[in-house]
């Protein structure tokens, strides 16, 4: 039989049986103070792993939140002419048919592939007028990131072959032109001797709540933009490739190089792709960044943790100085007397970790089922705190403050070789 632990439930059910009793000796009174002690310990476990919970849900759906916009817009990898990495975008094309289509397609870690041509134009009613990035793009696209970016009307059917000039614009383009679904709008087109004009139809407004593409991107046929530059069918800005694992994007990346290399288009282009995190390196830099502040929350709350569970032991023990004096004059050995203190400190962190759960994990899912936490998207990009369960790195914070608790423990828990049995006998 575990002697420690025996005698840690006993005197943890000890502990409980004085919450139910009302009328006590005096004596028994005086030795109550290790239940405030025990509240307060139980208390800051819970408060410690909750804030814990809270943070790296909402630092994971911050960062997911961020990067799936940035990637709806410019996919996971870019595959371009490798002159125009550092030039306008579109101002030299690459032949992208469908067999090269496939050829991405069939790339180990690639989901898909689409062609798309950019554009530069300005948009103008009888009010106002605005620079734009006209952004072509075809059937094969895929547009389940705009659908959920949709506010108002449907994303029409994109077309390679033909058009009727559809455009799908941005609530902050929308609000600053005063357009609206239906409205029809004229776009100028500049060359180096000619300026084309065409007549949109506003088909419907997005938001994202990323300025860099709020105000700047709106999309069309690719057929359309194509004229617009001057090309062929089969000319391109580039394609844009999803890859089916992002954490394995840089190995993706290189084997889309590795399939490249060598390998020119029918008009003799080489192609050369590049990451997301390349393309927008501020934007990555700085949720790179948010890491940080979890780290520095986490061991302030483990600190919070560990330093109630000290001062709740060091009280417990001094409590109960009449019961260790009995263990060691019955013969009981210092390490016995101490592992049976950190037992009994286990399962006081064990209560705390429970509501810590509960209180941590029920307010993500509050905000994950309500959205009852609003943000200002101007500054943080999106509407409400976006929240993430990770039920694999909660189990790991539970396990990491459970640790770390009783390590902490193990210090103070030598005060229990310092007692006297003899005096002790005698302490009240």
Request: hydrophobic fraction near 45%; include cysteine; aromatic fraction near 8%.
């Given at each position: 039989?575990?002697?420690?632990?025996?005698?840690?439930?006993?005197?943890?059910?000890?502990?409980?049986?004085?919450?139910?009793?009302?009328?006590?000796?005096?004596?028994?009174?005086?030795?109550?103070?290790?239940?405030?002690?025990?509240?307060?310990?139980?208390?800051?476990?819970?408060?410690?792993?909750?804030?814990?919970?809270?943070?790296?849900?909402?630092?994971?759906?911050?960062?997911?939140?961020?990067?799936?916009?940035?990637?709806?817009?410019?996919?996971?990898?870019?595959?371009?002419?490798?002159?125009?990495?550092?030039?306008?975008?579109?101002?030299?094309?690459?032949?992208?048919?469908?067999?090269?289509?496939?050829?991405?397609?069939?790339?180990?870690?690639?989901?898909?592939?689409?062609?798309?041509?950019?554009?530069?134009?300005?948009?103008?009613?009888?009010?106002?007028?605005?620079?734009?990035?006209?952004?072509?793009?075809?059937?094969?696209?895929?547009?389940?990131?705009?659908?959920?970016?949709?506010?108002?009307?449907?994303?029409?059917?994109?077309?390679?072959?033909?058009?009727?000039?559809?455009?799908?614009?941005?609530?902050?383009?929308?609000?600053?032109?005063?357009?609206?679904?239906?409205?029809?709008?004229?776009?100028?087109?500049?060359?180096?001797?000619?300026?084309?004009?065409?007549?949109?139809?506003?088909?419907?407004?997005?938001?994202?709540?990323?300025?860099?593409?709020?105000?700047?991107?709106?999309?069309?046929?690719?057929?359309?933009?194509?004229?617009?530059?001057?090309?062929?069918?089969?000319?391109?800005?580039?394609?844009?490739?999803?890859?089916?694992?992002?954490?394995?994007?840089?190995?993706?990346?290189?084997?889309?190089?590795?399939?490249?290399?060598?390998?020119?288009?029918?008009?003799?282009?080489?192609?050369?792709?590049?990451?997301?995190?390349?393309?927008?390196?501020?934007?990555?830099?700085?949720?790179?960044?948010?890491?940080?502040?979890?780290?520095?929350?986490?061991?302030?709350?483990?600190?919070?943790?560990?330093?109630?569970?000290?001062?709740?032991?060091?009280?417990?023990?001094?409590?109960?100085?009449?019961?260790i004096g009995v263990l060691k004059a019955l013969g009981a050995r210092n390490t016995t007397i101490r592992h049976t203190f950190l037992w009994f400190a286990t399962f006081i962190i064990g209560r705390g970790l429970l509501w810590g759960n509960i209180v941590g994990i029920g307010i993500v899912v509050l905000q994950?089922?309500?959205?009852?936490?609003?943000?200002?998207?101007?500054?943080?990009?999106?509407?409400?705190?976006?929240?993430?369960?990770?039920?694999?790195?909660?189990?790991?914070?539970?396990?990491?403050?459970?640790?770390?608790?009783?390590?902490?423990?193990?210090?103070?828990?030598?005060?229990?070789?310092?007692?006297?049995?003899?005096?002790?006998?005698?302490?009240?």
């Open positions: 039989m575990n002697l420690p632990l025996f005698l840690a439930r006993r005197i943890y059910g000890d502990e409980g049986n004085r919450e139910k009793a009302s009328q006590e000796m005096a004596s028994e009174k005086t030795r109550s103070v290790s239940r405030p002690a025990i509240r307060i310990a139980t208390i800051g476990v819970a408060i410690g792993l909750a804030v814990m919970i809270v943070t790296v849900s909402v630092i994971l759906g911050f960062k997911h939140t961020i990067r799936d916009k940035v990637v709806g817009f410019g996919s996971h990898i870019q595959v371009m002419n490798v002159h125009s990495m550092a030039m306008t975008a579109g101002s030299r094309p690459v032949c992208i048919g469908d067999s090269m289509l496939q050829a991405f397609c069939d790339v180990e870690g690639v989901r898909h592939a689409a062609r798309i041509v950019m554009t530069q134009g300005i948009l103008k009613t009888e009010d106002d007028f605005l620079g734009v990035m006209m952004k072509g793009i075809g059937p094969e696209y895929d547009t389940q990131f705009l659908n959920e970016c949709l506010l108002e009307g449907e994303l029409p059917a994109f077309c390679d072959t033909a058009t009727t000039y559809p455009l799908v614009i941005s609530k902050t383009m929308a609000d600053k032109l005063r357009l609206k679904v239906g409205d029809r709008v004229h776009a100028y087109f500049i060359e180096t001797d000619d300026v084309r004009a065409r007549r949109f139809t506003v088909s419907a407004v997005y938001q994202t709540n990323m300025k860099r593409f709020d105000d700047l991107i709106c999309l069309t046929d690719l057929y359309t933009t194509q004229k617009l530059n001057g090309w062929t069918a089969d000319e391109c800005t580039g394609a844009e490739l999803l890859v089916n694992d992002f954490s394995h994007l840089d190995e993706t990346n290189r084997s889309v190089a590795l399939m490249l290399k060598g390998r020119f288009d029918d008009e003799g282009n080489l192609m050369s792709p590049q990451t997301i995190t390349s393309a927008y390196p501020q934007v990555f830099s700085w949720l790179e960044l948010l890491d940080i502040n979890v780290w520095i929350i986490l061991a302030l709350m483990i600190a919070v943790a560990g330093f109630t569970m000290i001062s709740g032991l060091l009280i417990i023990i001094l409590e109960r100085t009449r019961m994950q089922q309500t959205g009852i936490i609003t943000l200002d998207p101007q500054t943080y990009y999106v509407s409400q705190a976006p929240m993430e369960l990770n039920i694999p790195l909660i189990i790991l914070l539970n396990v990491a403050t459970l640790i770390i608790s009783v390590v902490v423990l193990i210090g103070p828990s030598y005060l229990v070789s310092r007692i006297d049995p003899a005096k002790s006998m005698r302490y009240e």
